[in-house]
Nanobody, 125 residues
Framework: QVQLVESGGGLVQAGDSLRLSCAAS????????MGWFRQAPGKEREFVAA????????YYADSVKGRFTISRDNAKNTGYLQMNSLKPEDTAGYYC??????????????????WGQGTQVTVSS
């Protein structure tokens, strides 16, 4: 089992930045790819970003490419999502996930095995 705990969400203004963290415990975090997904009220959960187990490959949704950066520190069992130039449409609950995924699986929520409880990000205009 892997337990994931997100932190770093909050209320910010458009154009501001936030850094989300995902702290992992349990089985070796470095074995798993990590993804970030988000879900706004009344909308389906959507892919935001993902990173391979080694950190060597990263993947982004078009809507966040160039603004968000995913990273990980396997020595600290922690993953990160740096979010810059935030927009009101980025408002959502953000969830980190871990799993053994590859290829198109990075973009697919049901391919991930472990999930955190989420952290809210609200961006005001």
């Amino acid at each position: 089992q892997v337990q994931l705990v997100e932190s770093g969400g909050g209320l910010v203004q458009a154009g501001d930045s936030l850094r989300l963290s995902c702290a992992a415990s349990g089985r070796t975090f470095s074995r798993y790819a990590m993804g970030w997904f988000r879900q706004a009220p009344g909308k389906e959960r959507e892919f935001v970003a993902a990173i391979s187990w080694s950190g060597g490959s990263t993947y982004y949704a078009d809507s966040v490419k160039g603004r968000f950066t995913i990273s990980r520190d396997n020595a600290k069992n922690t993953g990160y999502l740096q979010m810059n130039s935030l927009k009101p449409e980025d408002t959502a609950g953000y969830y980190c996930a871990a799993g053994i995924v590859s290829g198109s699986g990075y973009y697919t929520d049901f391919k991930y095995t472990y999930w955190g409880q989420g952290t809210q990000v609200t961006v005001s205009s």
